[in-house]
């Protein structure tokens, strides 16, 4: 049995797609479902059950769930933005703890989601060494609750045996639902669809001309296949970024969206929003030298194919991976 806890989010979904596509079926969904249209990523999908994520804590803490062979926790508030920092608390970093707890007293596979925000504004750069993780300062509380849980880890020994995944920026299929917290591929491709034209943020650092901001853009299908090989592979564990490796620019990844969709570049840059300049990262770019050193040997794509991929496959027919 695997459990996928946010079975029904972004990455928690197209990690069911993958299981399914490798024979997997017997695969619990754990979420909270709420009133958007999330429900939609599980259609296709094919799972045993589904789980309330509050019921499932009742669950195991009555005892079930011990003949689990694995859970996958992606499960989280991932907004940026939140300001709630209880509810963080509450959703990223007691909830993983109890779950976290749960496996290591049981002897059940452990991998969990961390994040890239972790790094903060990269000033103590992005080295996915647990050692580090004191040094660094998230510039928002959803990375401050995620770097939370990696220490508590690391100070209970607990990376030994379980699996810490830090997603850099993910972009693909099933992130509809996610509103604001959307990819800028998705916010753009709605963007030139309507308009003709992409809104990016202008810079408010002179190294950094107006679009030539980078991030380590990642296609969630490499993203969930780097997840899966420490599913597959139950002896390598540790704390572990997971990204393409390459920074590129907005202005790059706008460019591949336009090329997606046949239409000449129209950029409009506009200026950052107040609330967002101390928090705004100018440049991530994920190490891959520990990942690599844990076995994992795939291609990743490239932005240009996975900005295609997304946009020919998936966008411009509103697809679903699972349909």
């Known amino acids: ?21 490798g024979g997997e079926n017997d695969i619990i969904i754990v979420d909270e479902l709420g009133t958007d249209e999330k429900w939609k990523n599980l259609v296709g999908l094919k799972f045993e059950d589904f789980i309330n994520k509050h019921l499932f804590l009742d ?47 049981n002897d059940i596979r452990f991998i969990y989601a961390s994040s890239a925000a972790t790094y903060g504004d990269g000033s103590s750069g992005f080295d996915d060494d647990v050692n580090l993780c ?70 408010q650092r002179p190294e950094y001309k107006d679009g030539e901001q980078k991030r380590d853009f990642i296609y969630v299908k490499d993203a969930v296949d780097m997840t899966l090989h420490f599913y597959k592979n139950k002896d390598k564990c540790g704390l572990f970024n997971v990204g393409s ?20 570049v129209n950029i409009e840059y506009i200026d950052l929003p107040d609330h967002l300049a101390d928090k705004y990262q100018y440049f991530t770019e994920a190490p891959l030298k520990r990942i690599k050193s844990a076995g994992y040997k795939m291609t990743l794509s490239t932005l240009e194919a996975g900005v295609s991929d997304y946009v020919k496959n998936y966008l411009q027919g509103n697809r679903f991976l699972g349909m």
């Open 1 to 21: 049995m695997i459990v996928v806890t946010g079975g029904a989010g972004f990455i928690g979904s197209a990690i069911v797609w993958a299981l399914n596509k």
């Open 59 to 105: 669950q195991i803490s009555a005892g079930k769930y011990e003949e689990a062979e694995v859970i996958i926790h992606m499960g989280a508030n991932s907004s940026t933005t939140e300001k709630d920092a209880d509810s963080l608390m509450t959703n990223n970093y007691e909830y993983t703890k109890k779950l976290a707890e749960f496996c290591l007293w």
């Open 134 to 203: 004191e040094k660094l300062r998230p510039l928002n509380m959803y990375g401050y609750s995620k770097n939370l849980f990696d220490l508590w880890a690391h100070k209970h020994d607990a990376f030994k045996e379980i699996v810490g995944i830090k997603y850099f920026n993910v972009y693909g299929p099933n992130e509809y639902h996610k509103g604001d917290m959307r990819s800028v591929v998705h916010k753009a491709f709605e963007q030139v669809r309507d308009t003709g034209k992409v809104k990016l943020f202008k810079s």
């Open 245 to 264: 490796g390459k920074a590129r620019t907005w202005n790059e990844l706008v460019n591949a969206l336009f090329k997606a969709m046949n239409l000449p």
